[in-house]
């Protein structure tokens, strides 16, 4: 993916330039978090903090959480598939729901890597895409428990991507706020649907140890790294939520794993 155009991004600082792996797309997905941080009440009407102590998000933490990792999109670049929505069918369909603050409809940080993965594990010429549309992947929405207008469209897609394309191997994933998308659109999901989905890959889940609708365990993979405090259930934004770029191989094996199986 369009890596080299991170190379005119001007405004990038020249110490995190320094480290090729560090891209624009994630420092700013970082300011922008800390930007909308502490403005919301959850519904319970206690403060939904969203806080960057006691390690603050900065470029040097960023640095450290993607380094090596390829495929990451710079931020404005709007990475966006929606094959579903145009009917494309292949033997394999990823619909993905993105994070917090970042591009539509694939995200930066996870998103794009994933695929990248999912290409090199199934084909390029195998893999379907449809990020989540009419969803802001804002913070306000993460701390009322993840966009309802996301989870409706997620929703809506899968319906949708069983009745087009009733022979491809369906995953549902999510990064952070996307997977609380997934697990609200699988809740609305019927039963027909909820057994079209083949696999489930939750990166960073704030809603980790929930149930995904009634879509059995054994088809889901939940990723949750020590210390990031988000899938403790908390709102802050550690160098451990930042790092799931380095668990899209294992995941896409995962999914290949799954896409194999009889059930
Ligand atoms: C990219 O996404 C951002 C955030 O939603 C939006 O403000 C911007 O207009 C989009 N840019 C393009 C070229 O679509
Ligand atoms: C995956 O393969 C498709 C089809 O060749 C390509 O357009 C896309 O750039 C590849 N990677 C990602 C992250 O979409």
New binding site residues.
């Given amino acids: 993916?369009k890596l080299h155009t991170f190379l005119t991004f001007s405004s990038f600082s020249a110490a995190a330039l320094a480290n090729p792996a560090v891209t624009p797309a994630a420092v700013a997905d970082h300011q922008a978090i800390q930007e909308r941080a502490g403005t919301t009440p959850t519904p319970t009407g206690t403060a939904c903090t969203a806080t960057t102590s006691p390690a603050p998000v900065n470029s040097a933490t960023l640095a450290a959480a993607v380094a090596g990792c390829v495929?990451i999109q710079l931020a404005g670049t709007n990475?966006t598939?929606n094959d579903i929505v145009n009917k494309i069918c292949k033997p394999f369909t990823l619909i993905f729901a993105r994070g917090t603050s970042e591009d539509p409809n694939?995200g930066n940080i996870v998103g794009?890597?994933f695929?990248?993965a999912?290409?090199a594990t199934f084909g390029?010429?195998n893999?379907a895409?449809q990020g989540v549309n009419n969803y802001p992947a804002s913070a306000p929405e993460f701390c009322i428990g993840g966009s309802p207008e996301g989870s409706q469209n997620l929703a809506q897609l899968i319906s949708q991507t069983r009745t087009e394309c009733p022979n491809t191997k369906l995953c549902v994933s999510g990064y952070s706020q996307g997977c609380q998308v997934v697990h609200n659109a699988a809740s609305q999901l019927s039963a027909t649907d909820t057994a079209f989905i083949n696999s489930v890959v939750l990166f960073g889940d704030p809603d980790q140890g929930k149930p995904v609708g009634k879509v059995p365990s054994y088809k889901v993979s939940t990723d949750c790294h020590a210390g990031d405090n988000i899938c403790a259930g908390g709102e802050t934004i550690l160098e451990p939520h930042l790092s799931y770029c380095h668990d899209v191989a294992a995941e896409a094996a995962f999914a290949k794993a799954r896409s194999l199986a009889s059930n």
């Fill in positions: 993916m495929g990475d598939r694939l794009p890597p695929i990248d999912l290409n390029t010429n893999v895409v």
